[in-house]
Structures are given as C-alpha cells and as structure tokens.
C-alpha cells in the first residue's frame, strides 16, 4: 500500500505559485527524498500533506486517507520536523515534551529519555533560552517521541552539528529500519545521497523527476570528458547531449541515451585522452536546477 | 482537555492584569465617591450642568450621592473594560499561535481545528467568568464602608451580569477575528476598533433622537445601567440579538477557521 499518494496536487497563494500539477507516491518503508531549490514549493507539499493548507485543486492521501478530510486521524501517526522549530516560548523543554505526548495515546516517557539522551537535549532548560540548534533537538525528539508510522522531515539537519547529524541520521536509519517511512525534504544532495532510497526533483513548484537514485546515477546520464587536437564542441552535435563546455581543448557534456552514438563519434577521432563516467549528484541536480 | 489547561496556564498572567486595573478603576473610583456621598451641594451642581453632557457622560439617570447611583456610572466603565478584555482574549488566543509560528506543531498534533478552538474559546470563556467575579468582589469590599442597602446588591448583580453579557458579545467577536484573519496583526487592532466604534455610536445614539436606530447595532446600548437600575432587570429583546450575535460570530468562526490556510 502507498503511505502517500499525491495527485495533480496544485496550491496557490492568490495569485502566487506554491506548486502546480504534483503527482508522486511513497510505499511503506521507503526514504523518500524530496530536493528542489528554495522556492521549489517542497515545504508547500508538506504542509498540504499535514492539512495546515488546503489544496487549490487535485487530491493527496496519506495512510490511505484523504488529507482534507481526516487530517486529525492521519496525523496520528505522523512525526514533524520543520524546517523551523517554534515552541511555545515560556515552557520548559520536558513540559513541552509532555504536552505534546498528552496528545498521542502512548506512554512515551520512557522512549522521551532516551531520545533525549541520545540527542544531548537538557530536559529542564526554558524554550526561550534554547539556541537554534538546540531548537531543532527538540524538535527531532518532539517529532520522534510517540514512534510514528511516517516521518516528515524538512531541511532538517539546518542548525545541527556534524556529530549531531550524524546521531540523527542514525536516528532515521534506526527507526526506517523498524518500518518508518521518511518524506525527507532537502537541497543538501550528499544527506540525501547517504539516506535515500529514491528521489523526486520539485522545480518551480513542478515535479521534473522521480527516479530511483542508483538509477539516476547509473542509467540517465554520463559525463563524457574527450580532448583531442582541434577539437570543436559541434563534434558532439547528438541528440541526448547537454551542457557542452570546452576548455583547453576538452569538450565536457553530460549525455543520456545509448553510449554506442557517442562512441562511434570518438572511433573516427584521433584523441589524447577520454573519460566517460557516472556524474556526481551534484552535477545532475544542477542541471535539473537551470 | 491540555489544550485547555494550557491555555489557562498561558493566559494566566494577562488576566492577572486585568484583574489589578480593575481593582485600581474601582478604588480610586470610590475614593472619589467618598466626596459625592450624602453630600447635597454635589447635587445642586450637577443638576446645573448642561443636559447634552450629563446625557454623554450618562449622569443623569442616576442621583450621584447614593451607591447605586454612584455604581451606575461606573458601569460604562466596567461594561468597556470588560468588551475590551473579552475580545482581546478571543483575538489573541487564536492569532498568537500564528504570531509565535507554533501552529506548526499545535496544528500537526493530532487534533481536529474545530477541537483547537473549543478548547481555546473556553479558556477564554473562563478568563471571562473570572473578571466578571474578581470585579464583583472588589466592588463588594469597596463599598462595604458606605453601608449599602439590599437594592443595591440587587442592583450589582444585575450589573455583573449584564457586563458579562457584554463580555460575551465581544469574546465571540474577537473569537471571529482571531479565527478569520489571516493578518495576525491586525486582529487585535480591528477588535480595539470595534469596540471604540459602537461606544461612540452608543453616546451619539443617545444624545441624537434621529441616530437611535444606532442602539440596535452597539452592544453598549443593550445593557444600559439606567434601564437596569429602573426596570431591575434586562431587556428580553436584546438578550435576543446578544445570544444570536454570539451564535453567529462563533459559528463563522468555527467555519472559517476549518476552511482557511493557516499562516505560517
């Protein structure tokens, strides 16, 4: 069964563009990682997934349910981690803790101490006294505390350490391997590289990819490096070739398609030196981006 | 439940505040009482000022150098006080999760909206009960000097029941405010502009017979302390439009609040 299934998701805000047209789903168990620049509309999908907004057209289900309309039931079963965690400023981090377990029917205190442990939170300091990154602890173990069957995560290692990170993407590996799922938002590649099973690419409020991320990597597109004497750019003139950049007499492209054309091009050609190989992450969300 | 509790908790010191205004309003106002009371040239004096302005300052109703009629005046002052509380507490119970951005995580518990705002409507509500309390309390020490006779305990009571009449209307109202705007901001504003609008509409009702259509409109024309002081209790027909204002405004609220984007 999909965790979540969106279809032809579009919001707007009056006039302003939040997403357009989005469709995707996630299957139990999976991490899905959701990158786009600022802007892209990711935090849109979420909070339209959470039912803080309410879509302009087309329809989201998550656990099966339709997100308007049973929005309290769903997120009975979900964990949060925005991208900026704000709690009510007087209260002191263990009675926010409480309060927020006072709405799940578990008895979470145990599992609020240990998290806490692991994460490094101090139980009895006020929110209003609490740095940003400190913030964010709660909020991981806020959005942990009663073990949700889905996991929203928002930019979430903005404003942790590196050790943190580290603990947290433990964390998420830990709980994925209990049977969460994760919808984790991001445009840092290399965390979503390190956990993710599968990506969607959100451009200008628009779906451009989804794909597996080995596949992304291997299948779609190579980065072809040639340099030889006199060499043109319009050499590569072939359908599935992007991004061509000559310097000093190398011609670089991405292509995507069947390497055989671009090798039969090389054949004819008498060359110094040729790479072809799989491009970093990097560089194809770059190429999605522009 | 811990919605509520919550609330109470938060909203605490705000009615704290409240609740030493009041207490302030009422003691100064009886120390200047203790110049009026029994004191018969107080009386000549009044009476030889020009009518338009006892009308706008509702004077003369009452005879200044009794309790009651000393309590009467005093009573568009609670009646303001309490509109002013109510809706700020209505407003701001609502829009300060948006103001502080904790609707992303009050909003993503596992509670329906309709739920967030019953539980926050009746902290208020408490809040209101309170003030009405507290005010009836203060007043009841305040006066204990002048030795006051059962017409006019009979007369406080009424009084308190109509300024928490008055606090309803303006809690639902300010409720509406909270749960419709979207500008968080101005919520507050709009209600202190309410407020200040059907207060002067109340005193131009009065004082021009051809705007007393207007009493229909301002809450502050429905409980009058000079009715309530002369026909001892309050008028069926506004109690009427009072309880339909408030179903309105709070089932709008209820309605907009389910339907609307939240604010983040």
Not at chain 2, 53 to 66: I, K
């Amino acid at each position: 069964m999909s965790i979540i299934e969106v279809t032809n998701l579009t919001k707007f805000y009056g006039k302003s563009r939040g997403i357009v047209d989005v469709s995707f789903s996630e299957e139990e168990g999976e991490i899905f990682g959701f990158i786009g620049p600022n802007g892209a509309g990711k935090s849109t999908t979420i909070r339209l997934l959470l039912s803080l907004i309410h879509p302009t057209s087309g329809s989201a289900k998550v656990f099966g349910k339709d997100v308007v309309t049973h929005g309290p039931e769903i997120r009975r079963d979900i964990g949060y981690l925005p991208s900026e965690v704000y709690y009510y400023e007087g209260m002191k981090v263990i009675d926010l803790l409480k309060y927020s377990a006072s709405f799940y029917d578990c008895d979470c205190t145990q599992r609020l101490h240990d998290l806490s442990e692991i994460m490094e939170l101090e139980l009895n300091r006020r929110i209003s006294d609490l740095s940003y990154g400190n913030k964010k602890k709660v909020g991981i173990v806020q959005g942990l505390l009663h073990s949700p069957k889905l996991l929203f995560l928002d930019e979430p290692t903005a404003g942790l350490d590196p050790l943190m990170q580290r603990k947290f993407f433990n964390l998420i590996r830990e709980e994925n391997a209990r049977g969460v799922t994760v919808f984790f938002s991001s445009h840092i590649l290399g965390e979503v590289q390190r956990l993710c099973t599968r990506v969607g690419i959100i451009r200008e409020g628009k779906i451009v990819e989804i794909s597996n991320i080995r596949a992304l990597q291997q299948n779609n597109y190579k980065k072809v490096s040639v340099t030889a004497e006199g060499l043109e750019p319009a050499a590569f003139d072939l359908p599935g070739v992007t991004n061509v950049q000559t310097e000093n007499g190398t011609v670089n492209f991405f292509f995507k398609g069947d390497i055989n054309a671009v090798l039969q091009r090389i054949s004819g050609m008498q060359l110094s030196d040729v790479t072809i190989e799989e491009p970093t992450l990097e560089e194809i969300f770059m190429h999605y981006y522009e | 439940m811990n919605i509520f509790l919550r609330e109470l908790r938060a909203n605490l010191k705000s009615l704290v505040i409240w609740c030493v205004i009041m207490a302030l309003l009422i003691m100064i106002a009886v120390s200047k009482f203790s110049a009026f009371a029994d004191n018969p040239e107080m009386l000549a004096m009044l009476d030889s000022m020009p009518p338009a302005m006892l009308d706008a300052l509702s004077m003369r109703a009452f005879n200044l150098t009794t309790v009651s009629g000393f309590y009467g005046i005093m009573f568009v002052y609670f009646g303001l006080m309490a509109a002013i509380a109510a809706a700020m507490w209505g407003s701001d119970i609502i829009s300060k999760e948006e103001r502080d951005k904790t609707v992303e995580f009050s909003l993503v518990l596992p509670v329906s909206r309709s739920r967030v705002v019953t539980a926050k409507a009746l902290a208020a509500l408490v809040n209101c009960i309170a003030f009405v309390l507290i005010t009836w309390a203060i007043s009841l020490v305040a006066v204990r000097s002048y030795n006051p006779d059962q017409a006019f305990y009979n007369f406080l009571s009424l009084e308190m029941q109509a300024m928490f009449s008055i606090e309803l209307i303006f809690l639902a109202i300010g409720l509406l405010l909270g749960c419709a705007m979207k500008q968080y901001k101005r919520s507050a504003s709009v209600a202190v502009a309410i407020i200040l609008t059907t207060y002067f509409m109340s005193i131009m009702s009065q004082m021009q017979q051809s705007l007393d259509f207007l009493k229909y409109i301002t809450p502050f024309r429905y409980y009058e302390a000079s009715a309530l002081f002369f026909t001892g209790k309050m008028d069926s027909t506004y109690l009427l439009i009072s309880a339909g204002l408030i179903v309105i405004c709070v089932a709008a609220a209820y309605l907009i609040y389910n339907k609307r984007d939240l604010y983040i």
